[in-house]
């Protein structure tokens, strides 16, 4: 996971800055997505919450079934790129701001640290999820879930930062 | 079927060749960078096949699965990482090659080298 | 050992990735460095630890999770980890302390946390590669670190930068899938992937064809991350462009990390297991690691630019460390580690010392450091001492490493006397490319065009650290030799 | 059944990636690798790695193909014609094609259940992580350990 993160720091350190676009016009002229395209536009946003929501499922289900923090972390990203296309990338922004996109990446990573070090301080080793609670099993479990939270959210901030980088610059 | 249970591993061989081709010859960074998944996503191919039981089914366990054979879980496990790395790795490299690009205004190899030469 | 001293294998890795997370949303000025140095000194410490924990003793084993192995990821950490541990934190904490005001000139502000948060990963990576006994989990570190080198690297100022990095990155990306194809087919063949647990069982597969094929690709894979001659194209770009600090951090442990891996596999798991390994190992690399001298060093001499004369000269460097290895003996293994050692020190305090020259001109072209010993008298006596210590001067650490290296090659005969004659060529044409730079700085004209001089106090100081350092294990060289004697020890002890 | 199955999207594989390489057309070239990675997610399903097959559809159809337009529009999307031939990359690959096939002979056969493979380490992961870890997915159990 901290490899996503890499990526994203690298991406954001090539990209984010310098000629990022400027002027107003030049604004208006390419954010505005597939806003005048009745049918992808209508299309879109309905899948949109649902491609969202089996993102939420998949994290959240990924014990029982497959997935896991990365796979839901790349397909919550794949929506929210997706309202971007439709929308104009400017909307996108608003929804979810570059500043937040940020502190999930470094907050996804920090949490899965944390994770690993509090196993530590309670007497395992790192990243021994045991000792987190008093039922072996239990604390294996509750790890584990705590760790694809951490995995999903920095993901999915890195790879719709990764996508804004990209999509910021002006040609 | 001697033969055939080796399918897979030629297929990874070519699919890694095919790739690797695309990165010796290529001078096109795009194209280079293209090449570069293709290359990985063919071990990515190697891994899994090694993980595959005949008859078996994916490791997840359930009510209706008792008694199963499963398949190796931990290829798979590696290939996801694997994955992660890949996609970082295209990211990365395309995020150069836009600088590149803004730079020089030429993606194309042997055009950059000669404008380094001046 | 009790309390946190029984984690810091894990701390090691886990202290810059901590402070990686956090140092991406500090945006204050200088708030970023400060933590990064922070961490960095921190690791610097824990090594330390580590290595006063590991010499001649145990290796110190620690399992990830408390999952036994071979099931879970164990740390790993012996001697040679430790050698390569105190480079790596040794030169990230130097370069880091020294380099504030030469980063401040080269990184915009808006950059620099994005720049250090990269810095403590790529130690993050490389601690990890260094300290973890699972081949899967290497790849994985290996990755972590070249993505945040390309990261550091592309931060150059200058354009050349770009395409240098994008050569890095594709090269870089094929040695570690060759590596990564490699370790599947040894997985495939013994279904393991911890390496000690390896070693032992491919001692039982039956057809070894596999193996044979994993073991090609494992090598010439890390040789290509290592910029082993003739897969170096790559690295002289890369160097040169590169900000000057990442190039001093860069120059003293990257590529010798890859050659900690390609030793571990191919002495440990390899030699032993492998019928006629040994001889391919000496075939190949020992002819390889001589043309690699040669030619670095006459290329060395070409160049026109500061940085690229050291990048080249990087190149023959590592054909010295491999060359050491590829006599298979424990007396070469010695002299290969120590060189690993020694060239650290001296590359690590050349490049700081280039750093500092560069804030005083406009270029590091040759003609345009004309005169620059009498603005920074100072600095250009560290430079020359750090000089004299890559030739090989006695009194300097890197003599200790060279003499080691001519007394392993004289156990050969008529080939080692060749070797020695190489050896010893190649010091000159050394003495030449260095003393080149030497007579124009201190004699050379200033050019009117130069800029104000600007000098970084604790630059200066961090330059003299590392100088007095390559003095000081010039004339007590007893930690780095007891560390090497005791690495070859485990390496060769595989050995038929 | 399956295993014809998946011996034909293979032999769809290599075709697809043979025109991804020959695609002048850099916007092609980026489609058709998505369709090539479509193509690996579905193998990898045959091949029992659910989470690997959802990842890939979702990493390397989806975000890669993105993240390729988004470079395309900001640089160019069309190669040059190659001036030189490459005969010597072409040589280069085909006899490293030909050495890992003479490898490959030493290897077990797809799916043996008795590979080494699926002897040591692998087995321990399904036999314990009922016990130690309770959790259906093993995939997801031992990538968060």
């Known amino acids: 996971m ?28 390419t954010n505005e997505g597939l806003r005048h395209y009745l049918i992808p536009r209508v299309v879109g946003q309905l899948l949109i919450p649902f491609i969202i929501l089996f993102g939420l499922y998949v994290q959240f289900h990924g014990e029982y079934g497959p997935g896991g923090g990365f796979q839901a972390g790349a397909i919550i990203a794949a929506g929210l ?24 990446m470094a907050g996804g990573a920090i949490l899965y640290t944390t994770v690993g070090i509090f196993g530590m301080l309670l007497g395992g080793n790192f990243l021994d999820y045991s000792v987190l609670s008093d039922n072996t099993v239990k604390g294996q479990q509750m790890g584990i879930i705590l760790i694809e939270a951490g995995v999903g959210i920095t993901v999915t901030g890195t790879l719709l930062a990764i996508f804004h980088a990209f999509a910021a610059r002006d040609n | 079927m001697d033969i055939l ?19 010796l010859a290529k001078k096109n960074l795009i194209k280079k960078l293209i090449g570069l998944a293709l290359f990985q996503s063919a071990v990515f191919l190697l891994y899994i096949t090694v993980g595959k039981v005949k008859g078996g089914t994916a490791p997840i366990f359930s009510a209706t699965a008792e008694g199963d054979v499963f398949s190796n879980p931990l290829p798979q496990v590696l290939i996801l990482t694997a994955i992660v790395v890949g996609i970082s790795v295209t990211a990365l490299g395309l995020g150069i090659v836009v600088r590149i690009r803004e730079e020089y205004g030429s993606i194309e190899e042997d055009e950059i080298l000669e404008m380094d030469r001046q | 050992m009790s309390g946190i001293d029984a984690h810091l294998p894990a701390l090691q890795v886990v202290v810059p990735m901590l402070t990686a997370g956090f140092v991406v949303l500090l945006k204050q000025r200088g708030l970023a460095w400060a933590a990064a140095t922070a961490a960095s000194a921190m690791s610097f410490a824990i090594a330390v630890q ?53 980063l401040e000139s080269q990184i915009a502000l808006d950059r620099q946390p994005y720049y250090f948060a990269a810095w403590l990963l790529a130690v993050a990576g490389l601690c990890g590669i260094v300290i973890t006994g699972d081949a899967f989990n290497i790849f994985v570190f290996m990755e972590i670190s070249s993505l945040a080198s390309y990261v550091l690297i592309a931060g150059g100022p200058d354009r ?43 001692a039982n597969v039956d057809d070894l064809r596999p193996i044979y094929l994993a073991a090609g690709f494992i090598t010439v894979g890390l040789a290509l991350k290592a910029a082993v001659f003739p897969l170096h194209v790559w690295l002289p ?13 860069m120059a003293a442990c990257a590529t010798k990390v890859m050659l900690y891996v390609l030793f571990r596999f191919d002495y440990l798991i390899f030699q032993g297991n492998l019928e006629g390994h040994a001889v391919q190992f000496t075939g190949y690399l020992m002819p390889l690691s001589l043309i690699a ?19 080249y ?132 004209e200033r050019l009117e065009s130069a800029p104000e001089v600007s000098i970084s106090k604790p630059l200066i100081v961090v330059l003299w650290v590392a100088v007095f350092a390559n003095l000081y294990f010039g004339f007590v060289p007893e930690l780095p030799v007891a560390l090497a004697t005791e690495t070859s020890a485990i390496l060769l002890e595989a050995k038929p | 059944m399956t295993e014809l199955f998946g011996i034909f999207l293979l032999t769809l594989l290599v075709i697809t990636a043979i025109a991804v390489v020959r695609a002048q057309n850099l916007f092609v070239a980026v489609m058709l690798m998505g369709i090539a990675s479509l193509l690996i997610a579905v193998n990898f399903f045959l091949l029992d790695a659910a989470d690997v097959a959802l990842t890939e559809a979702a990493v390397g159809a989806g975000i890669s193909t993105v993240l390729f337009l988004s470079a395309l529009a900001l640089t160019v999307d069309r190669e040059k014609a190659p001036k030189t031939k490459f005969g010597l990359a072409l040589a280069v690959t085909i006899v490293a094609c030909l050495v890992i096939f003479y490898a490959t002979l030493g290897e077990p056969r797809f799916g043996d259940p008795n590979s080494p493979v699926q002897l040591h380490v692998g087995p321990w992961y399904l036999e314990k992580t009922p016990e130690y870890v309770d959790i259906p997915n093993v995939v997801t159990a031992v990538l968060g350990c």
């Open chain 3, 293 to 311: 001298i040669l030619v670095g060093s006459v290329i060395a001499m070409l160049q026109n630019n500061v940085k690229s004369v050291f990048a």
């Open chain 3, 313 to 444: 000269s990087s190149v023959a460097q590592i054909g010295y460390i491999v060359l050491g290895a590829s006599f298979i003996t424990a007396a070469g293994m010695t002299a290969g580690v120590l060189h690993i050692f020694n060239h650290a020190l001296a590359k690590g305090a050349l490049f700081l010392a280039i750093a500092v020259f560069a804030m005083a001109c406009s270029s590091l072209k040759l003609e345009d450091i004309g005169g620059i010993a009498k603005k920074m008298p100072v600095t250009f006596i560290g430079f020359v001492i750090a000089g004299l210590s890559l030739i090989g001067v006695p009194g300097t650490a890197g003599f200790i490493s060279k003499w080691y290296l001519i007394t392993a090659a004289l156990e050969f005969g008529t080939t080692g006397a060749f070797i020695v004659a190489i050896v010893l060529i190649s010091s000159l044409m050394a003495v030449y490319y260095v003393w080149r730079i030497v007579e124009v700085a201190a004699f050379g």
């Open chain 3, 237 to 249: 770009n890369a160097y040169t462009w590169a900000p000057h600090v990442t190039t001093a951090f």
């Open chain 3, 160 to 202: 050349r930068a770009l395409p240098a990095v994008f050569k890095y990155l594709i090269m870089g990306s094929i040695g570690a899938t060759f590596y990564l194809i490699g370790v599947g087919l040894i997985y495939l063949m013994t279904g393991t992937l911890n390496l000690a647990d390896m070693e032992m069982r491919i």
């Open chain 2, 5 to 23: 249970g080796l399918f897979n591993y030629w297929v990874f061989a070519i699919l890694l060749m095919i790739g690797f081709y695309a990165v």
């Open chain 1, 81 to 104: 790129i997706l309202y971007a296309l439709l929308e104009g990338e400017k909307h996108a922004l608003n929804v979810v701001p570059q500043k937040v996109l940020l502190g999930m």
């Open chain 3, 50 to 102: 580590l290595t006063l924990a590991a010499i001649g003793a145990d290796p110190i084993v620690y399992e990830m999770g408390n999952w036994p192995a071979p099931y879970g990821i164990v740390l790993h950490i012996d001697s040679f980890s430790a050698v390569l541990l105190l480079i790596i934190t040794g030169a990230s904490t130097l370069s880091l302390v020294g380099g504030h005001a030469s």
């Open chain 1, 2 to 29: 901290f490899v996503v993160f890499t990526a994203g720091i690298g991406v954001l350190f090539l990209l984010g800055h310098g000629r990022v676009r400027g002027t107003l016009e030049e604004e208006t002229r």
